[in-house]
């Protein structure tokens, strides 16, 4: 059994689905914002399942983003599982939020962002308030078999977030999906600290890609999403949303013009209206087609003396 619950969220991405999973466990798949609205239509989801909040026993997270990860705090009789890069999320030690704020200066200098907009390295982490702060108790990756599911399986498909997963039964052919295929947009992959400190920064919207290409090799009737309705015809949208993400590429490739630019001011001419508001989502929207271009060998990366990326047609 399952049964979806909708959940108001104060993002422009309107409602959040979560999802009651019945079996041998009672498990709640996401939770929604940490906010009253939230926690009320939770609860009345659950209710409405004919169950109460004190009968979850396990929650999981497809990722770590604040509308999928706040009411964990809800369930203190519940499991907390997911990804263990969620964990940095929801403990958000000192460490972390200090290499947090080191990693995204880093990539505003090298964008070449100028030093008016740095502020935006604070708010990078501002809705983190609308978050839980439970750490997990159990992580879960790629194969494992869920607990008191033993038809679901773990597959990891980092790209919108680097925590992201989905699950997965190969019997019935379902998939519970979270961000990574919604019916009506294409899911934003964000620029993310890595899990390991000294690792490189993610190629979040190659990492998209690849997990968007995994589904193409299995049989999927039904993707209950993160945001919206289900989706049924998930090959046929996954390939209009790859050749949908090659256009924009192209766009960005002709921006440049023969001319070498940074990613702030590619930023600017793609998002005019827009990037000031939302300087971060902008920027990761960017770099993830730049990112594209680099690897498919249109565009060529340079380093000026002050360490700033420029990109030129190759």
């Known amino acids: 059994m399952i049964h979806k619950i909708t959940i108001p969220t104060p993002f422009a991405v309107g409602d959040v689905n979560?999802?009651?999973?019945?079996?041998?466990?009672?498990?709640?798949?996401?939770?929604?914002?940490?906010?009253?609205?939230?926690?009320?239509?939770?609860?009345?989801?659950?209710?409405?399942?004919?169950?109460?909040?004190?009968?979850?026993?396990?929650?999981?997270?497809?990722?770590?983003?604040?509308?999928?990860?706040?009411?964990?705090?809800?369930?203190?009789?519940?499991?907390?599982?997911?990804?263990?890069y969620n964990d940095l999320w929801l403990r958000r030690d000192e460490n972390f939020l200090k290499f947090h704020d080191d990693f995204y200066m880093e990539r505003l200098l090298e964008e070449g962002v100028p030093e008016d907009y740095l502020f935006w390295v604070k708010r990078m982490k501002r809705s983190?308030?609308?978050?839980?702060?439970?750490?997990?108790?159990?992580?879960?990756?790629?194969?494992?078999?869920?607990?008191?599911?033993?038809?679901?399986t773990v597959m990891e498909t980092p790209g919108h977030a680097q925590s992201h997963i989905v699950l997965w039964n190969e019997k019935t052919k379902e998939i519970i999906g979270g961000d990574l295929i919604l019916e009506k947009v294409s899911s934003n992959p964000l620029i993310e600290p890595p899990l390991d400190p000294q690792g490189q920064r993610p190629r979040s919207l190659l990492q998209y890609n690849a997990s968007m290409k995994r589904l193409l090799t299995i049989p999927v009737d039904v993707i209950y999403t993160g945001h919206g309705n289900e989706v049924h015809n998930a090959h046929a949208l996954i390939k209009k949303r790859l050749v949908q993400q090659h256009d924009r590429a192209m766009k960005v490739l002709a921006m440049m013009d023969q001319e070498s630019k940074t990613v702030f001011e590619l930023t600017q001419q793609l998002f005019p209206a827009v990037y000031e508001k939302e300087l971060g989502?902008?920027?990761?929207?960017?770099?993830?087609?730049?990112?594209?271009?680099?690897?498919?060998?249109?565009?060529?990366?340079?380093?000026?003396?002050?360490?700033?990326?420029?990109?030129e047609q190759a």
């Open 281 to 311: 989502l902008t920027l990761s929207e960017t770099i993830g087609q730049i990112d594209y271009l680099v690897d498919e060998g249109f565009v060529n990366e340079k380093i000026d003396e002050q360490g700033v990326f420029h990109y």
């Open 18 to 84: 979560a999802f009651l999973l019945k079996g041998d466990t009672l498990s709640l798949i996401d939770a929604g914002p940490k906010t009253p609205d939230a926690y009320e239509a939770l609860n009345y989801g659950i209710q409405q399942a004919g169950y109460s909040m004190s009968d979850i026993e396990q929650v999981i997270l497809t990722h770590h983003h604040p509308d999928h990860a706040g009411w964990i705090d809800a369930f203190e009789q519940a499991t907390i599982t997911g990804h263990v």
């Open 128 to 152: 983190a308030v609308l978050m839980g702060v439970r750490p997990l108790d159990h992580f879960l990756a790629e194969g494992d078999q869920v607990a008191g599911h033993p038809d679901w």
